[in-house]
């Protein structure tokens, strides 16, 4: 009998680029709540709509004593009595860190899922870079690559992956400053409070995090039946059921149970939770995870659940 | 058997468990079905769920099947099937006969013989016949017919022998037993090989068997070594051989006495030869090594040959009168011996410099010859020591040298009467010019070397002319004069090179004649070691001490072997009682071997036999199928237990990572637990001290026991100190008076000797110390202070101080004297003097002679001789005139009442130390001109 999940080849990160600008084609453009991003002062491409450091002008305004010489605008301050400073409207971009979990059970894929989970996850940490990139945003990804602001930041990124792949479990965080943004992608199967435990740190620190948990069908609906031994593919455990088809009713409810209460655990933080099925489009999660960056939390389809 | 086929089953009834075989199947089904695999990553929550439950299921079929078949295998191995079962063909007419040879040809194929003789043993068991066996290597024959089991017993115990087949006494013992009713089959299982004038197949026939029944081994393969000899390239071996119809080659190979393999040659026997020839090519120091011979792949006592001691290198005890070995190698008489004689013998020196603690050390380790480099007088009680070990065969070989020359002529150790100093040979006021040697007489150990042409000899001692002189003379220079001369002291010899053993007296050291002279001189003595004590080594008997057994192996228990008896002229021959080994003890031993010198193998003369039937070891053998069965079972129980393993999942890479990390562990925690390094404690009670005097030079006086003597040699030497202080870069410390019976004196450059009638003699032991200490590079400075006093004693003109001077030194072995020469470096160490003065004036400072230099251009200002001279003396009273008080005014005047004399004395004293400490170094600084016009400067 062919098994039901196996474990597949790390995804080359150009096809996954590929995958990633075609989903990210379908999503507006990306204008990130600035809400948080009051005091950044790194040029971006979003008109904050109002006087600032930029490119493009915003008013004219009347001189007034102690201003430098040097920013009066003479063309306009000829054609009247008074002088006038240009002013320009302020432009500044926000940080992002995209991150993925790459760790061993990621490279999971089930007859019932469309792709391995962990392909679904740098397909969606692409699509996000590639939507925010577009939108001027700066994309980070910690332990991997700077963050940047330029518009090939998908490409750039899916390079940067490529030269040092992502490691297993949550990189050193040190380098996020405050008042970012936390894009994880995973199947975040440890126990909820081991999670919280590395994630609660990183709240506390006034990040703002947008957890994405990538499931396979198969480990959600529990397809198995007979005699059965599984292998847990990151620390190689076995364990054999004699007829797993008993145990899906337990394990389904113990399976929920612990997803439910990562997710009533990460919003108490004020983090956001995604779930995401691999059969189901990738687009949904990343419209979800864009409508939530974009500071519109109403009305985000789960994947389907929840 | 069954029908034409040639098989059998010994156990049939076993078969019957084949019925069983089904019920396997049927219980070996039950096993659980290996699992479906999955990759499952929720699994941690997945355990959360789980309850432990197996089901039982169905194992494949083909794994069935494999089992099955390993049930049959175990069932057909336990019936026992046999091929080829032997037949019975005993005569039932008598018992049956056995004569079994368990000679040393037999040993490779033992086993073999006692499996065709239990063979026929089992066909008289199944006869109901009784057994009569005989064994030819023993020495009591029992041929009484018993029990086959009675047999089978003493066919367990017998073995092979280290020795020829006897078959005289085993052939009457089964006369004997059989006389009255002949025996049906007699069985003969032979090694082939016939004793000299023996008719053993004439002898069988007439005990009046209905059946003889020869069996033998199968090709005849006997070979054996039956001598050596040394040859001038390698060592020539003899092999003999039992089979002689084709050509052979053997390796053989000889073995050093760890059992090394050093060696190899081999022998090429021609067609139809039984005696071959062959030669170990080996340089002559491998050679000595040799302890045994041995033909490559045949283990018997036949093909070792087993060599004592008289290839043995020699080991030679050195000694030496001099002091330099260690700073200058190339002045040291006992050097050229060394690089002369390493290749040949085993040369051990002492490790005292003290020659009556030397000497007894060197005779406990038995040397066949001991080498006295230019020793002129040895301590008393060592001359009846050296004069028994040479009674019991030891033997001495002297140089001559500067302290042989100045030797009283009664030495004892000496060949023949010397004169008295040496006599130089060429030099500005000689005619003679240096001598070249003569051809060696035909009686010397040397005939036969070539006349050396290129050695000349300037200097030597001289025999005093006897009429047997000539006689005793190894050789001679061109005119006559002997150079080397022996004398043969009941077992032992005493030779005398008169030149010295480094190349100032000759340039023979550095010649190649004398590595050959030295050589065969050693090669003369006796070897395996000289005892020092008790009567000669004149064994009548040796005892058994390594004996070979019969595989050619040398094993140390002798069981009942006999001690050998050695009869002068009679060459011990192998018997029961003296089986082939070495006799003797560790120390010196005698080698007896199997067969004797020429000995020749030759076949047992068949044709003399009557009717009989030969039958060969190796036929077509029964044999049996259960090993293989049992082995094809055994497989397929490895094969099972690897598939369960599989089936179970035991090689997944994770057990394999755990068991490799609790394998880590192990190890760590093994190397934790090794055990703490412990040095034992070594110090002892006095190093305190002299740790102290190491740190600074101390000047130091013998105590001689006398207040007002001592007391001034301590003042005298701190009034020296403080001067030296003063005036040179050399800062002493506080002056040491010494003990020389117990105090150690190699830590003091110099020691002061005030000597004094009225003192107690110093025991030989106390001398005996002051000789080592000169011998070991130190200097002792004798003040008689009777520069003046001698001129009022006795008529005889010596004073009881230059009496007493005279008793000590008469058992030192010092080197000839002089009086300071004026471009002596002592005049130039530091000031510049003429004279030594002390309390007294007048009288010389005698230190060693210089003869090296003599006749060289002497445009030098200072001479450099070697090394320090160990010994002065003076009577001038050094301490005298240094003697201060505390606050540094002088106690005693100077005679004459002269300040500059003591001045004059200090100097001396002062430069008496600088030559101590810095030896010729001055000499060489009279170069320093000349060294920096050549640099430009």
């Known amino acids: 009998m062919a098994s039901i999940g196996q474990t597949v080849a790390r995804t080359p990160s150009g096809e996954v680029l590929s995958r990633a600008q075609q989903r990210a084609m379908l999503v507006p453009d990306c204008l990130v709540e600035a809400r948080r991003i009051a005091n950044t002062v790194i040029a971006g491409w979003h008109g904050r709509r109002k006087r600032g450091i930029g490119e493009n002008f915003w008013q004219f305004r009347p001189y007034s004593q102690g201003e430098s010489l040097s920013r009066i605008d003479w063309r306009r301050s000829a054609r009247d009595d008074h002088t006038y400073v240009r002013d320009r409207e302020w432009e500044a971009a926000h940080t992002i860190w995209l991150w993925a979990d790459l760790s061993p059970s990621m490279m999971y894929k089930s007859t019932l899922g469309a792709v391995s989970k962990e392909s679904r996850a740098l397909v969606l940490m692409l699509a996000l870079a590639e939507i925010l990139a577009r939108s001027g945003e700066r994309i980070g990804c910690p332990g991997v690559m700077e963050p940047v602001s330029a518009r090939n930041a998908a490409e750039r990124l899916a390079t940067a992956i490529m030269l040092s792949p992502l490691g297993e479990g949550l990189p050193e965080t040190g380098m996020i400053r405050g008042a970012s943004d936390l894009v994880l992608i995973g199947d975040f199967l440890d126990p909820a409070n081991e999670v919280m435990g590395r994630l609660g740190p990183l709240a506390r620190r006034g990040l703002r995090g947008h957890v994405v948990e990538i499931a396979d069908p198969a480990e959600e609906v529990f397809p198995y039946a007979g005699r059965t031994e599984f292998t847990d593919p990151e620390s190689g455990e076995k364990l054999t059921a004699g007829r797993a088809e008993i145990l899906r009713e337990d394990y389904q409810r113990a399976y929920r149970a612990r997803r439910d209460s990562l997710g009533e655990s990460l919003r108490h933080v004020g983090w956001t939770f995604i779930p995401h099925r691999t059969d189901r489009p990738a687009s949904e999660a990343l419209v979800a995870v864009h409508m939530y960056l974009s500071g519109m939390p109403t009305r985000a389809t789960h994947g389907g659940q929840l | 058997m069954i029908g034409g086929l040639a098989f059998a089953f010994a156990n049939p009834a076993i078969l019957a468990a084949l019925v069983a075989v089904p019920v396997i199947w049927w219980l070996l089904r039950m096993m659980p079905p290996r699992p479906a695999a999955e990759v499952f990553p929720p699994l941690r929550i997945l355990a959360s769920v789980m309850k432990r439950e197996e089901t039982p299921s169905k194992s494949p079929w083909w794994l069935t099947l494999l089992r099955m078949l390993m049930a049959a295998a175990v069932i057909f191995a336990i019936a026992d099937p046999v091929f080829n079962p032997r037949s019975n063909t005993l005569a039932s007419s008598g018992p049956l006969a056995l004569m079994i040879d368990n000679s040393w040809a037999t040993a490779p194929d033992w086993e073999r013989r006692v499996e065709a003789t239990s063979a026929l043993i089992d066909d008289a068991e199944a006869k109901d016949l009784a057994v009569s066996i005989v064994f030819t290597g023993d020495r009591q024959h029992d041929a009484t017919p018993a029990s086959a089991a009675a047999a089978r017993t003493r066919l367990a115990a017998a073995a092979p022998e280290p020795l020829p087949a006897d078959r005289r006494s085993a052939l009457a013992a089964l006369k004997t037993a059989f006389d009255t009713s002949p025996p049906g089959t007699i069985a003969f299982v032979t090694d082939g090989i016939e004793p000299a004038d023996a008719k053993t197949m004439e002898a069988l026939d007439q005990i009046g068997a209905a059946e003889i029944r020869v069996i033998e081994a199968d090709g005849g393969q006997a070979v054996a070594l039956t001598g050596t000899s040394n040859e001038s390239i390698g060592m020539s071996v003899t092999a003999t051989r039992l089979k002689t119809d084709d050509r052979r080659s053997l390796s053989i190979v000889a073995y050093d006495s760890r059992g090394r393999a050093i060696a190899d040659g081999a022998i090429d026997f021609g067609l139809g030869a039984a005696v071959a020839k062959g030669t170990i090519e080996a340089p002559f120091e491998l050679r000595n090594d040799f302890a045994r011979i041995g033909i490559e792949g045949a283990a018997t006592a036949g093909a070792t040959h087993l060599l004592d001691d008289g290839f043995r290198r020699r080991r030679v005890a050195l000694l030496s009168g001099e002091a330099r070995d260690l700073s200058q190698p190339l002045l040291s008489p006992l050097y050229y011996i060394n690089r002369a004689l390493t290749p040949y013998a085993d040369l051990i020196e002492p490790r005292e410099t ?211 008896e050695v009869q002068p002229g009679k060459t011990p021959v192998t018997t029961p009682d003296n089986p082939p080994g070495l006799y003797g003890s560790e120390d010196g031993f005698t080698a007896l071997n199997l067969l004797p010198r020429d000995a020749e193998l030759k076949p047992i003369d068949m044709t003399l036999a009557g009717p009989h039937i030969v039958e060969r070891l190796t036929r077509a053998e029964s044999w049996s199928l259960k090993p293989a069965l049992l082995t094809l079972a055994l497989l397929l129980l490895i094969a099972d237990a690897v598939i369960v393993l599989f089936m179970g999942g035991a090689f997944s890479r994770l057990r394999m990572a755990r068991a490799a990390s609790v394998l880590v562990l192990m190890v760590a925690a093994g190397a934790l637990f090794t055990p703490q390094q412990a040095s034992a404690d070594d110090t002892r009670p006095d190093d305190e001290r002299i740790l102290e005097r190491l740190d600074t030079t101390h000047l130091a006086y013998v105590v001689t026991g006398e207040d007002e003597v001592d007391r001034l040699s301590e003042s005298g030497l701190r009034g020296l100190t403080d001067f030296l202080t003063y005036r040179t870069t050399l800062e002493p410390g506080a002056p040491v008076g010494l003990d020389i019976m117990r105090d150690e004196l190699s830590l003091y450059p110099i020691i002061y000797w005030p000597v004094s009638a009225s003192a107690p003699m110093p025991s030989p032991q106390a001398v005996s110390r002051i000789d080592a200490y000169m011998r070991a590079g130190g200097t002792v400075l004798f003040d008689t202070r009777d520069q003046f006093s001698s001129l009022g004693a006795a008529s005889s003109g010596t004073s009881p101080n230059t009496e007493r001077l005279q008793a000590i030194l008469a058992n030192l072995d010092i080197p000839p004297l002089e009086p300071v020469p004026a471009d002596h470096v002592l005049t130039k160490a530091f000031y510049l003097l003429t004279n030594f003065p002390g309390r007294y004036t007048g009288s010389p400072l005698w230190i060693e002679a210089q003869f090296e230099n003599r006749d060289e251009p002497s445009n030098r200002p200072a001479r450099s001789g070697d090394g320090v001279t160990p010994i002065m003396i003076t009577g001038n009273d050094f301490a005298g005139a240094w003697a201060v008080d505390t606050n540094g005014v002088a106690l005693l005047p100077t005679i004459p009442p002269d300040e500059m004399q003591r001045e004059y004395a200090f100097r001396s004293g002062v430069n008496i130390m600088m030559y101590m400490l810095t030896g010729n170094y001055k000499a060489d600084q009279v170069h320093v001109p000349a060294l920096l016009e050549r640099l430009g400067q």
Request: aromatic share 6%.
């Open chain 2, 354 to 564: 003290d020659l009556a603690v030397a000497i007894p050390e060197l005779l406990e380790q038995r040397p066949s010859v001991l080498i006295m480099a230019d020793i002129g007088r040895l301590p008393e009680e060592t001359y009846p020591l050296l004069a028994k070990w040479i009674e019991n065969g030891g033997m001495l070989i002297r140089f001559a040298g500067p302290r042989l020359a100045a030797a009283p002529a009664d030495d004892p150790l000496v060949p023949v009467t010397l004169r008295q100093g040496e006599r130089a040979l060429g030099g500005a006021l000689s005619w003679s010019e240096p001598q070249p040697l003569a051809d060696y007489p035909a009686n010397s150990p040397f005939a036969g070397m070539a006349k050396p042409s290129d050695i000349l000899v300037k200097r030597q001692v001289l025999a005093e002319p006897t009429a047997d002189l000539v006689e005793r003379t190894w050789a001679n220079l061109a005119d006559g004069t002997p150079l080397v001369t022996t004398s043969a002291r009941s077992n032992g010899r005493i030779v005398l090179f008169h030149v010295s053993a480094e190349a100032t007296w000759s340039n023979l050291p550095i010649s190649g004649h004398f590595v050959e002279m030295l050589r065969r001189s050693v090669q003369l003595s006796r070897s395996g070691g000289v005892a020092g004590e008790g009567k000669a080594v004149q064994a009548h008997t040796l005892a058994p001490f390594r004996l070979l057994n019969a595989d050619g192996v040398l094993v140390a228990e002798t069981g009942n072997a006999r001690p050998l």
